[in-house]
């Protein structure tokens, strides 16, 4: 039922980690100057959080995954034998750029992982820092979407894992939580 390894891999990062800023405070900083998204409709999937999986067989190939299509998963090359990692990139990052990359493919170089990407990165622009606060909240809704189609496919709880850089390490706590119920 919950996701039972839950590294929060806090890589050496630039952005400071502002605790508790408001939606409000994200308005007046950065939206009216920067056009920044502020994500006000809770619904997933959402068109700016996309899902990829990879697999040690597929390679450097990444296959979007559609969590409205029950065949998506098995498409990709998912096998619910294998352990899952699901890695989430931090602020003004993308799935695609270091340092996701490196991390990706340290787990590629195994046989026996189902590689989850989220990419939201639209939703993370610099310098929309208090923005993309605020939009973690939906990412973590979504991404647990996400882990909910994974489980109901059998992929197994107990070896499923979370890393998140940055923003990613915050998003993977809601995950967490929003499944402890
Ligand atoms: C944000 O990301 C872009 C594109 O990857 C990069 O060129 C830029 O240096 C980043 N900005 C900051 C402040 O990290």
């Known amino acids: 039922m919950h996701l039972a390894k839950l590294a929060f891999l806090l890589l050496a990062s630039s952005t400071n980690l502002i605790q508790d800023a408001s939606g409000g405070m994200g308005n007046i900083f950065d939206i009216k100057y920067w056009r920044c998204v502020l994500k006000k409709q809770y619904t997933?999937?959402?068109?700016?959080?996309?899902?990829?999986?990879?697999?040690?067989?597929?390679?450097?190939?990444r296959l979007r995954i559609d969590i409205r299509n029950h065949l998506s998963l098995k498409y990709a090359g998912f096998d619910p034998k294998?352990?899952?990692?699901?890695?989430?990139h931090g602020f003004n990052g993308t799935e695609s750029k270091s340092p996701m990359?490196?991390?990706?493919n340290a787990y590629l170089t195994r046989?026996?992982?189902?590689i989850f990407t989220v990419d939201w990165e639209p939703l993370t622009i610099f310098p929309c820092y208090l923005s993309s606060l605020s939009n973690t909240k939906l990412v973590g809704q979504c991404t647990a979407k996400l882990y909910a189609f994974i489980m109901d496919q059998g992929g197994?709880?107990?070896?499923?894992?979370?890393?998140g850089h940055s923003l990613g390490a915050?998003?993977?706590?809601?995950?967490?939580?929003l499944q402890d119920h």
């Open 111 to 114: 046989t026996d992982y189902n």
């Open 170 to 177: 915050h998003i993977c706590g809601m995950v967490w939580t």
């Open 101 to 104: 990359t490196i991390i990706r």
């Open 82 to 88: 294998k352990k899952n990692v699901i890695i989430i």
């Open 44 to 61: 997933c999937p959402d068109n700016d959080i996309r899902y990829y999986l990879y697999t040690h067989e597929t390679g450097p190939k």
């Open 156 to 163: 197994d709880a107990r070896e499923t894992t979370c890393v």
